[in-house]
């Protein structure tokens, strides 16, 4: 079957969708772009011609829901408009997914989720990031025991990035907008139910964001285990990767991962000394089925899920527990307290 698919939101990472609908061979003749929508439409038709698009534009999505026949909606706009844009697609009878993060509040997640049952369709998250390899690697290797039983995760993010645009103008840019990924990964990876969180959000002399360019923070996991997140968007001079560099503490060892392509892990190899000596151990390669692309992987996450009738990995069900530590982590800054996450 062939799904009728409107793309709301024609900026930046509207791009990246098309090229993923069009590029991936999984995903080859199974999505129609029936429709694009922009509150300008001069970007609605700027993808079409760049994209060579046989799709109708507009700026009204409901009217446009209804004039291609759409089952499903594709989400692209800026947090700030998400909301009534997939009330609007499961209005209409779609199945929605959307970009992250989910919601500007954890009550407008909820609300989505109570509107995506009630209509009986999917509403599901472009997570893409715990889709990349390594994430799926080291979850796997985690899983493996090979470090024996996980204790800690602990992961730098610093970039300088200048996007212009609502980033440097929104609330919270860096966790709201960014570490939602890193916070997801970090669950994923873990494998464990985030419990608790202390963070501190600062905007450093020289950011050129209106608020909230850089956080730390502390999460209590399930199992006594630790994740500690340090990050900045305005940090000029030794980028780490967009995935951030991290370190896995286990009962037997460690794992260092640089984000990209260096994964270094060390176990006990003898005891008795002050320090033990070490042996280097394999971080086997993600088995070919969990090797994953990113926004690819999960429009053919979303759709098999369609197509199967269950919900997908990404979906709001689940999302809602990553973004309720970015939520514990906002709150946790502005009230100086320990704040407890309950999704
Ligand atoms: N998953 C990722 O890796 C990733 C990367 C970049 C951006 N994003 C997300 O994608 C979303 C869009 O980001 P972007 O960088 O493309 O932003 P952008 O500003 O480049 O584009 C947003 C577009 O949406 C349009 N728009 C705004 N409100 C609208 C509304 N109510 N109805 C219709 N169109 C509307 C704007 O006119 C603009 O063309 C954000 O949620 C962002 O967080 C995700």
């Known amino acids: 079957m062939t799904f009728k698919a409107v793309l709301v939101g024609c900026g930046g990472m509207a791009k990246g969708w098309l090229r993923a609908v069009r590029e991936i061979p999984a995903l080859a003749g199974r999505i129609e772009i029936a429709g694009l929508v922009d509150v300008d439409e001069g970007a609605a038709r700027a993808l079409v ?34 909301k009534p844009v997939v009330l609007a697609g499961l209005e209409h009878g779609c199945h929605v997914l959307s970009e992250k993060p989910m919601a500007t509040s954890l009550q407008d997640a909820r609300l989505l989720i109570q509107a995506a049952e009630r209509a009986g369709r999917l509403h599901a998250v472009v997570q893409n990031r715990r889709f990349i390899s390594g994430v799926r690697r080291i979850r796997a290797f985690l899983e493996s025991q090979a470090l024996g039983d996980l204790t800690g995760l602990h992961c730098d993010f610093f970039l300088g990035p200048h996007f212009g645009g609502f980033r440097e103008e929104m609330d919270h840019p860096l966790l709201l907008d960014m570490a939602i990924h890193t916070f997801d990964a970090a669950r994923f990876m873990a494998g464990k139910v985030p419990l608790a969180v202390y963070a501190l959000e600062t905007n450093p002399a020289g950011s050129w964001y209106a608020q909230g360019a850089a956080a730390s923070a502390i999460f209590e996991f399930s199992d006594n285990v630790t994740f500690t997140y340090r990050g900045s968007w305005c940090a000029e001079g030794a980028p780490t990767s967009w995935e951030a560099a991290w370190r896995f ?24 000394k002050f ?63 320990r704040v407890e996450i309950r999704e």
């Open 275 to 337: 320090l033990n000596d070490l042996a280097p151990i394999d971080v086997p390669e993600a088995p070919e089925a969990a090797k994953t692309h990113g926004h690819a992987s999960v429009i053919a996450e979303f759709l098999a899920a369609v197509e199967e009738g269950r919900r997908p990995e990404t979906d709001g069900t689940d999302n809602i527990k990553s973004l309720a530590m970015v939520f514990a982590a906002i709150e946790s800054a502005a009230t100086h307290t």
């Open 49 to 82: 011609d760049e994209f060579a698009l046989p799709a109708r534009t507009g700026s009204d999505l409901p009217a446009m829901l209804q004039a291609a026949d759409a089952d499903l909606l594709f989400d692209v706009v800026p947090p700030a408009a998400r």
């Open 249 to 272: 503490t286990g009962t037997k060892g460690s794992l260092l991962w640089d984000g990209a392509e260096s994964f270094e892990a060390r176990v006990v190899a003898s005891e008795g």
